[in-house]
């Protein structure tokens, strides 16, 4: 049978409706835009139709281009013949019918419609910049003519997704439709209402004018999350455009700054990185017919940081969460400090005062074990500590109904260990979030040996219905992303015996991208909590690489932010890190009584030294099966540790140096510094055959 057309033209009457089915989202793929302009074009000469519907089939009226086609050299329509062009100029009236979602160059096509309408679940907005290049159908030109400048600039500078009443308000759409209108229907009626007025409202037709100032006020507020990236101020450039030239001249400038973004490295590592995000979901082992188990009763074991910012993670996307603790009183102080997080979004004004109720009303903090054994899901989050976890899962399999699954929290510890103590190692799995839960987008499912595919699945399903992205890790020390990172916080204390300073170590990753630098991150995480992982190593591993110089701040008290005092000094409620002359000192005399001659670093050398080490940790992992992908590691590095994600991941951004490079540079260290820079076979591997480190194979699953 011949393949369904992707657009094809009905008619309602006089109405031709052009329908886009481009499953599963009508991105604008092979033949789409083709399509739609072929039906403009008969519809147009049909003296029978009056007007057009351009709706979209299935889930969403156009969710954007097809990103895979962008940098390929695709050939595209000339500037007078896209569909954005052939919309605008249509003789007849042609009205958007926006469900789902109109993102990209989908809003790009509603905005060149004369009119446009809505469900009120509608979504519309302009991401590209969140892939390195910015609208280049026309929204550059058309929203500011909408919305004025300034929102203009906030859309597509920022990316977001503008629910559809919001864009109603804004001038985006002109009638959100009532709830349960049949979109279709209703579109058809609103096309013979506008079929006879004349002039058509052409967005091109409007102007727009803005202070000259607003356009440097914005390049100065997003200086710091936009640094090292062209895109955001590309889309800054092609709205002023918009503002001081005319249309066409504005059209002509957005595409050559168009051109400039598509084939950037930038764009390129931003598209490489949501590819990722989408493989990462894929368990390539597990059998297909099992699917996940579809939850509807969370607890959550503990209140404190970690407990109460999943349970937060819980309650902010709808589920009512039961939450226990040790005591009345700690679970009061988890209670109390989950209010403070919501009251500061409150005040930060990211959150609305009754959804902040809301949400507070869905976490029911309970006397104890007794008060959970209904629940069908438990996630463990105590101590990080074997002794203290093993009791908490020998209570769990007691009490949980036996279907229950029984998912822990930890960040390091041997689930197949954890597992051991209940009758039950088939529903139990690791479950790592990252700090702080409510916030960080990253949950490390961790598979015990015994687990069964309906638990994996449902732990990786877990996270993506609270907002997470989930990528499956083996059970190894560190799991994952922990063990890929270990050599990096090693280093990095390692560069302080050799006469770096932490601010001087710092300034470096936050120049590369990072929004702390890895001293500043440690001591908000709590120091101590590094001790208590660096203790378990080492008793396990007699050659364990000990950190003198951190271990001494642990001892003197010095945890981090909830000691005012850690690698930097912090003054009583203020979490700005200053650098101390007391730990200079500390480093300055660790490094003297262990005789580590002292030189100076470029930024060049701080910045290899750490990565590259976890290169080559990452390129073990793969060796010994604990993750499906290299790719899977640059996910986990993304949205775990705030990786620049213009940088693509770690492993992406190692390829841009070269493989052989890296290779050579950590064989000679190896030769420097002993046996903590041993190559891996994996790498030696890639660099004998030039084989990009994404391109890897590694081991099967273990």
């Known amino acids: 049978m011949p393949e369904s057309p992707v657009v094809r033209l009905e008619k309602d009457g006089e109405i031709g409706v052009i329908i886009v089915n481009y499953p599963p989202v009508n991105a604008l793929g092979p033949g789409v835009s083709e399509g739609i302009v072929d039906s403009l074009n008969k519809a147009n000469a049909d003296p029978s139709i009056t007007a057009m519907v ?6 969403s009226f156009i969710a954007g281009a097809d990103i895979r086609g962008f940098g390929t050299g695709r050939k595209r329509a000339p500037i007078g013949e896209r569909t954005y062009d052939v919309l605008d100029a249509s003789a007849k009236p042609v009205v958007a019918a926006i469900h789902g979602y109109a993102l990209g160059g989908g809003l790009e096509n509603a905005m060149a419609c004369h009119y446009r309408i809505a469900v009120p679940s509608a979504k519309v907005g302009l991401p590209e910049v969140l892939i ?15 919305v004025g400048a300034q929102t203009a600039l906030e859309m597509i500078t920022s990316g977001r997704h503008v629910p559809a009443a919001e864009a109603a308000r804004l001038g985006i759409l002109y009638e959100v439709l009532p709830e349960g209108t049949n979109l279709r229907d209703a579109a058809v ?18 102007t727009v004018t803005a202070d000259p100032g607003i356009f440097d006020a914005m390049r100065k507020s997003i200086a710091r999350r936009a640094r090292n990236q062209k895109a955001p101020y590309h889309c800054i450039d092609a709205v002023e455009a918009a503002c001081t030239l005319p ?10 700054l168009f051109a400039e973004l598509e084939s950037s490295n930038e764009a390129k590592a931003l598209r490489y990185a949501f590819f990722a995000e989408r493989e990462v979901a894929k368990l390539p082992d597990l059998p297909t017919t099992i699917a996940a ?51 500061t979004s409150v005040k930060r004004g990211s959150l609305a005062e009754d959804e902040m109720q809301r949400r507070l009303a869905r976490i029911h903090p309970v006397a104890g074990y007794d008060d959970i054994s209904d629940c069908d899901v438990v996630v463990e989050a105590v101590f990080e500590r074997m002794d203290v976890k093993k009791p908490v899962f020998a209570r769990l399999d007691e009490v949980m109904q036996p279907g229950a699954f029984l998912f822990s929290n930890t960040s390091a510890l041997d689930m197949d260990e954890l597992a051991s103590v209940t009758k039950r190692p088939d529903r139990i799995a690791g479950t790592h979030f990252f700090s702080p839960a409510n916030v960080m987008k990253l949950l490390e499912v961790v598979r015990p040996s015994k687990a069964s595919p309906e638990t994996l699945m449902t732990a990786m399903a877990l996270g993506r219905k609270i907002g997470k992205i989930s990528a499956m890790a ?20 390692i560069l302080l015996e050799e006469g770096c300073l932490p601010e001087q170590v710092d300034k470096v990753m936050v120049d590369f991208g990072y929004p702390m630098g890895p001293f500043a991150v440690g001591d908000l995480a709590g120091l101590d909590v ?3 992982g660096r203790k378990r190593r080492a008793a396990a591993n007699p050659n364990y690489r000990k950190l003198p110089i951190a271990d001494k701040l642990v001892e003197m008290g010095r945890y981090g932010q909830k000691t005012g005092a850690g690698w930097y000094r912090y003054e009583k409620g203020d979490r700005t890190p200053h650098p101390d002359p007391e730990v200079v000192a500390i480093i300055r005399s660790v490094a003297a009584e262990m005789g580590v001659p002292q030189k100076t670093f470029t930024d060049n050398e701080i910045l290899q030294r750490l990565l590259f080490s976890s290169v080559n940790e990452a390129c073990r992992i793969l060796e010994e099966g604990k993750a499906y992908r290299a790719s899977d590691i640059d996910v986990m590095w993304l949205h775990g540790f705030g990786f620049p994600r213009y940088r693509g991941g770690l492993m ?27 190559p891996s076979k994996l790498l030696r591997n890639l660099a004998e055959t030039n084989t990009p480190l994404r391109e890897a194979k590694p081991a099967p699953f273990a």
């Not at 390195?132 to 909408?146: A, E, K, M, N, S």
């Not at 009626?189 to 409007?206: E, F, N, Q, S």
């Not at 249309?247 to 050559?256: K, L, N, P, V």
């Open 247 to 256: 249309f066409d001249d504005g059209i002509r400038r957005e595409a050559a």
């Open 189 to 206: 009626a609103y096309a013979r209402k506008v079929a006879g007025g004349r002039p058509l409202p052409r967005v091109r037709d409007r």
């Open 293 to 343: 188990y579809d939850f509807t009763n969370p607890a959550v074991i503990g209140a404190g940081t970690m407990g109460g910012g999943i349970a937060m993670s819980f309650a902010d996307f709808g589920y009512d969460v039961k939450i226990i603790d040790a005591s009345q009183d700690a679970l009061d102080r988890g209670m109390q400090r989950i209010r403070s997080n919501y009251a």
């Open 474 to 493: 083996g059970n190894t020390d560190g799991f994952v992303a922990n063990r890929s990172r270990a050599p990096l916080n090693s280093e990095m204390v």
């Open 530 to 532: 590094g001790a208590e």
């Open 132 to 146: 390195g290049i910015l609208p280049g159908g026309g929204g550059t030109q058309r929203l500011p003519r909408l």
């Open 652 to 678: 992406y951004w190692a390829d841009g140096i070269g493989v052989r490079d890296v290779y050579n540079q950590i064989a000679a260290w190896h030769q420097q510094y002993g046996e903590r820079w041993a």
């Open 54 to 59: 351009l709706i979209g089939d299935g889930r």
